[in-house]
């Protein structure tokens, strides 16, 4: 099997080798689409260890996380959730968008994330000391944080923070050329729109453009598509959906592409 791609942005593959080693649990801050779980993946491969990955919404509980008692013929039994089996063969839990999930479920976290190292389960008496290859990792999006949510200090203040954001231009070129094979030329474009975009503060735009939409961008073209519609269908339609916003956005593709007639 091929190795995950991750070029590293910083200094962040040291840091949480260096977490893993010492037991600790990771945080991951970031915008959409900046590398955060491609980071993880490609961290598990290096550190040889699963990754077990759980998406946080409104309604998941702590079941989801520990495991449930199901029903089969023979009677009940017990199934471990995601968290669990990380806790209980070892490997990465990685729990995405933590921010979603309410409070008292990420309560069943704080046992795991500091010095005790244990999952205690409720249902079923059960105490689990994690296995030494166990680690815990969060991750979320500051930028459009519900005021009602939010993570507790306690939670938060258990965790070592790795702060992402999008690549610096040279790395993302890089990225762009490797993930879509587009050529330097146009990648430089690329990254030149997204800088730009970036740079705009008085569009209302929930979170500026993602490096995963440049690469959508980059492989449209790729497959042959013209650079004005491979932008506009990538880049410009899922940044917004107002008339004026989609105008400036517009304006500022066809500084760098020429417009063609057919979207
Ligand atoms: N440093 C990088 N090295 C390699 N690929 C990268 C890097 N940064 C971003 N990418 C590319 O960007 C895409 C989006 O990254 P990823 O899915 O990891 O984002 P994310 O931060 O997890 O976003 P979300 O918060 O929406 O889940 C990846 O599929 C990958 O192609
Ligand atoms: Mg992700």
Redesign the pocket.
């Known amino acids: 099997m091929s190795q995950t ?5 910083s200094n962040e593959v040291e840091l949480f080798q260096a977490a893993a080693q010492m037991n600790l649990p990771v945080l991951i801050k ?1 915008p ?8 993880i993946e490609s961290m598990g491969e290096k550190l040889g260890r699963d990754v077990y990955t759980v998406v946080c919404h409104d309604d998941l509980s702590a079941a989801d996380l520990v495991g449930r008692h199901l029903i089969s013929e023979e009677g009940t039994y017990w199934q471990d959730g995601p968290l669990t089996k990380a806790v209980r063969n070892g490997g990465i839990c990685y729990i ?1 968008e933590i921010i979603e999930a309410r409070k008292d479920t990420t309560v069943v976290l704080h046992s795991l994330a500091d010095y005790r190292r244990v999952l205690p389960i409720d249902r079923t008496g059960e105490v689990i000391e994690a296995h030494p290859d166990f680690m815990l990792v969060v991750s979320y ?1 500051p930028g459009y944080q519900n005021v009602l949510k939010g993570m507790k200090p306690s939670t938060k203040q258990r965790f070592i923070s790795l702060s ?1 954001t999008y ?1 610096k231009p040279d ?1 993302e070129k890089e ?1 762009i050329i490797q ?1 879509s094979g587009v050529d330097e030329e146009i990648a430089q474009k690329l990254v030149d729109i997204a800088s730009e975009i970036r740079q705009l503060s008085d569009i209302d735009i929930q979170e500026a453009v ?3 939409l440049l ?1 959508y961008a980059a492989k449209l073209m790729v497959r042959g598509f013209d650079p004005y519609q491979a932008c506009m269908h990538s880049i410009v339609e899922s940044l917004s959906d107002e008339e004026d916003v989609l105008a400036v956005l517009e304006k500022l593709i066809t500084l760098h592409f020429a417009k063609s007639s057919h979207v």
């Open positions: 791609y991750y070029l590293p942005q970031g959409t689409g900046c590398g955060k779980t491609r980071f995405d999006n992402f690549p790395i990225v993930e993602s490096t995963r690469i």
